[in-house]
């Protein structure tokens, strides 16, 4: 049926964010498996072939914003120079990608919850993750000469993506403003961010 045709009922909502966030309703309301593109699209008012326009897959629904959010990660690094320590630059691009994600409808952390809590995205998110974890390597290695791959670029990366991801976790329950949460992830990163710049510092 065209979306034309439709007749009475939900009216076709008329934006990729607006089908995302009626994707993510359904994700937890009733599993990510359970979960067609049919009932998606059928609760979004649109067409399969809107979906598709959309969205490259059901995963894509999750992914794509990950993706983005890497990206922009990667971006806010190489935009940031040399002229301030390397674990001051981290952090605080950490901190500004994700601001950047985050939305007032809070669908970001319901994306997250999704995609921590469902075994079918395990595989994909392990990846996912190494994407993230990498382009922080990436920026330390250029900034100290060294492989990305090397003991510390890959060590710091993988060390600053597991808080991230904790901190993350942490706030799966929090009822807390957004800003609020994105100055106690400023702060959470702090320590960490001092040992491993000492450990850079170290000739």
Avoid: N
């Amino acid at each position: 049926m065209s979306e034309a045709g439709r007749g009475r009922g939900r009216p076709p909502v008329s934006s990729r964010e607006e089908v995302e966030a009626v994707a993510v309703d359904l994700f937890l309301a009733h599993g990510y498996a359970a979960t067609g593109i049919s009932a998606i699209t059928a609760a979004a008012g649109v067409s399969r072939s809107t979906f598709f326009r959309y969205f490259p897959s059901k995963s894509g629904v999750i992914w794509s914003a990950f993706d983005d959010h890497t990206e922009r990660l990667r971006g806010l690094l190489a935009r940031a120079g040399a002229d301030r320590p390397v674990m001051t630059v981290v952090r605080t691009c950490v901190v500004e990608a994700l601001r950047a994600s985050v939305d007032d409808r809070r669908i970001w952390m319901k994306r997250f919850v999704i995609l921590d809590e469902s075994p079918e995205l395990r595989a994909e998110e392990s990846a996912q993750w190494i994407s993230w974890a990498e382009a922080v390597a990436e920026y330390v290695a250029d900034r100290l000469g060294e492989d990305s791959a090397g003991l510390r670029p890959a060590s710091i990366g993988g060390a600053v993506q597991a808080a991230f991801l904790a901190a993350l976790r942490s706030w799966k329950t929090a009822t807390a403003p957004a800003p609020e949460l994105l100055r106690e992830l400023d702060r959470d990163l702090v320590p960490l961010c001092d040992v491993l710049q000492g450990w850079i510092d170290q000739e």
